[in-house]
């Protein structure tokens, strides 16, 4: 590692700026200190996306005098046998990689001759037993380990070892460095080579960062390069993975940072030498795009394969890094709001978001002067269209922010459900994306992968194709902002077609369902309310399905008559996913959900005779459940649906609107909201490639 951020380590240290950096890193070499596990001969980890339970996809927890005994901390339930024992083993090695790179960083500033002992023993114990690893894995998607049960995890534990040996190497006789060089790091830099990923995907920046850094400590050219160069290498992967925004391909922050955070232990590896990468203008533009996409509430939007909820303070470490190499007030301002000088006027208090406790502070961490904060609020509260990456937030100040998905198709972790919403107001979840569980739970699989899970529209109840969406438009008017955009299988190319694989078992859609099918849909965000105007045009006689899953539960009208209990198919999913199933056999569509606060009201309307269900579908956490509207219709030609939602944030009654559409001859809708004091009338103009938009209210 660079002597100059070995120095600002031993800096920061002493500064009181730091102390709960200090603090941490002290605790977490503490705890790696007290690893009771001795490494030993031909071991087979198995992947850690097993050790969850089944039921609320929580990650087990164990005690060390307790390695078989595998406890979910949220149900209680206790799993034994396997693959639970040798999922166990998987992350026993883990820790024991981040213990070395912790340990390792203690001894900096710390020296400690036992602790210092620790790390050669366990580094030493690995030479010795790592060619005893057999070849094993079978995972799905993914190449084979030897210690782990997958290429991915080899290479992240490599990493963990390899950084931890890069600070101590002074400390090391040569004999000690030699055996740890051709016993480990050789030998497994060898091993990642063979089983790099021919794809763009985060496994592959993983796995060439791991093979790159190996390459600089063994001082070895054709390893260096096998990491960095040639198609699919590390450089590739920056050039061919990244958008013109700067966001990761694969779609969502989750794997962004993912995919970052091994490229930037690279960096940290190769800093000061000829194969320093920070002026990599990818590798900027990676630091500049998240900050765009932050919602008023501070939280990250989940899409995709993103596991769970994130928010500024989640990723402030990485702008640790950010700060110090490139000098951004921006990075700055990042840091300033992450670590609580954000004042929330509304609350009058001040919003923290994260200690300044991360050990990417001490070794990168500069002052923060405080003058000139408040522009990341501004862009969090601010609309804002990605064009690129294909997401767009539309915000008002009232507390609505609605992110809309008209993203290039991301791969093998992409959902599928291309033009799909995700609306919140405030911190409180309406209609949103739920993002997954662990890989390992069932319902990962078997729901939350899968087009009818979202808030968007599903042919014959079939996945949808790989394709990309599109912006048309974005207007801000004096009342509001609406958006427009659209996608088609008209043809079957997107943007990352030649660049990546797709198992066969991960291809669930039906191509022949979209083939010339059109979908548009028009967002139109008011002070109180949001209109949701969806279009779907199809070449011959389709099923249409129109998904919307409330995080909420409907309140009854008074007339349980209006529903029956049904048994019809829903989607081409495993029914058993869809609890209470009921259809709406009179009475008018317009229904009201009680939230975690407030209540939310939803009238709906379609220009052709529909079949309108509910049904209890899973949520994340999968023990948790949401209310989904699906609303299906016969279609020749074209089909139009329409919804009304109006917040209301307090537990008073809600304002009981009606809504009214009338498709005009020219291809216009007017649709009339009708309110207990007044009424707003939009007239939407679909006829033309760009749709026209006209409002008018009336008191």
């Known amino acids: 590692m660079n002597k100059y951020r070995l120095e600002r380590l031993r800096l920061n240290w002493s500064s009181p700026a730091f102390s709960l950096a200090a603090e941490r890193l002290r605790y977490e070499a503490d705890q790696a200190a007290r690893i009771s596990y001795e490494i030993r001969a031909n071991e087979q980890g198995q992947w850690t996306h097993y050790y969850h339970c089944a039921s609320d996809g929580a990650m087990l927890t164990f005690q060390w005098d307790q390695p078989c005994q595998h406890a979910c901390p949220q149900c209680g339930k206790v799993y034994t046998g396997e693959p639970y024992n040798a999922a166990w083993v998987s992350l026993t090695h883990v820790q024991i990689g981040r213990a070395v790179y912790h340990l390792g960083l203690q001894s900096v500033v710390e020296p400690d001759n036992d602790r210092l002992s620790q790390i050669k023993d366990y580094l030493m114990a690995y030479a010795d037993n790592y060619d005893t690893y057999a070849i094993h894995g079978n995972i799905p998607y993914n190449g084979p380990g030897r210690l782990f049960a997958q290429t991915l995890d080899e290479a992240h534990w490599i990493t963990d070892l390899a950084l931890g040996f890069d600070v101590i190497k002074e400390s090391l006789s040569q004999e000690e460095a030699a055996h740890i060089c051709k016993g480990l790091l050789e030998p497994c830099a060898r091993f990642l080579i063979d089983y790099k990923e021919n794809q763009i995907h985060n496994h592959a920046v993983l796995i060439t960062s791991a093979v790159a850094a190996l390459g600089l400590l063994l001082e070895n050219e054709d390893i260096i390069q096998a990491g960095l160069t040639g198609e699919y290498g590390l450089l590739d992967q920056l050039e061919r993975g990244i958008f013109e925004d700067g966001f990761w391909y694969e779609g969502n922050v989750h794997y962004h940072f993912y995919a970052f955070q091994s490229l930037l232990h690279y960096a940290m590896i190769a800093e000061g030498t000829s194969r320093e990468i920070w002026t990599n203008r990818a590798l900027k533009a990676m630091f500049d795009f998240p900050p765009e996409l932050l919602l008023p509430s501070g939280w990250m939007p989940v899409l995709n394969d993103a596991a769970s909820f994130s928010h500024i303070g989640t990723y402030a470490p990485y702008y640790e890094i950010a700060y110090a190499i490139y000098g951004d007030d921006a990075y700055r301002t990042y840091l300033l709001t992450a670590y609580g000088t954000w004042r929330n006027d ?108 979202h808030n968007t529209v599903s042919i014959n109840g079939a996945d949808q194709p790989p394709r990309d969406g599109r912006l048309i438009q974005l207007q801000e008017e004096s009342w509001g902002v609406w958006l427009e955009t659209a996608v088609d299988w008209l043809a079957d190319d997107y943007h990352m077609k030649d660049r990546i694989i797709l198992p066969a078992e991960l291809n669930p859609w039906d191509a022949d369902a979209y083939t010339g099918v059109q979908i548009r849909r028009i967002n139109v965000l008011g002070e109180d309310h949001l209109l949701d105007v969806v279009q779907v045009t199809v070449p011959e006689a389709r099923e249409v399905h129109w998904m919307n899953h409330v995080s909420g539960t409907r309140i009854s009208s008074g007339n349980d008559q209006d529903w029956s209990a049904t048994e019809v198919r829903l989607s081409r999913l495993d029914q058993h996913w869809f609890q209470m199933k009921q259809r709406l056999v009179q009475g008018a569509p317009c229904f009201v959900y009680q939230m975690s606060e407030g209540t939310l009201e939803q009238m709906t309307w379609c220009s052709l005779p529909t079949s309108i269900y509910t ?85």
């Open 615 to 699: 049904a209890l579908t899973p949520d994340n956490p999968p023990s948790g459940l949401r209310t989904s509207l699906l609303i299906a219709a016969a279609v020749q030609k074209e089909v139009i649906f329409v919804q009304m939602l109006h917040y209301n944030r307090s537990d008073e009654e809600y304002l009981q609107g009606h809504l009214e559409v009338v498709r005009l001859p020219d291809s216009t809708l007017q649709v009339m909201w009708n309110k207990i004091d007044s009424h707003i009338t939009y007239h939407v103009q679909l006829r033309n490639e760009k749709a026209e938009l006209m409002r008018r209210r009336v008191e």
């Open 346 to 453: 509304e609350e009058n208090r001040v919003q923290t978001w994260a200690q300044r406790d991360s050990i990417y502070a001490l070794l990168f961490g500069e002052e923060l002067p405080e003058q000139g904060k408040a522009s990341l609020i501004v862009v969090m509260q601010t609309t804002k269209a990605l064009p690129a990456s294909g997401l767009t937030k539309l915000v008002n100040q009232a507390g609505w922010h609605v992110l809309v998905k008209h993203s290039r198709f991301g791969g093998e972790h992409d959902h599928m459900d291309r033009l799909g919403l995700s609306i919140m107001h405030g911190h409180v979840p309406l209609l949103i994306d739920p993002g997954t569980t662990a890989y390992g739970v069932p319902v990962h699989y078997g729901w939350f992968k899968h087009t009818y899970s």
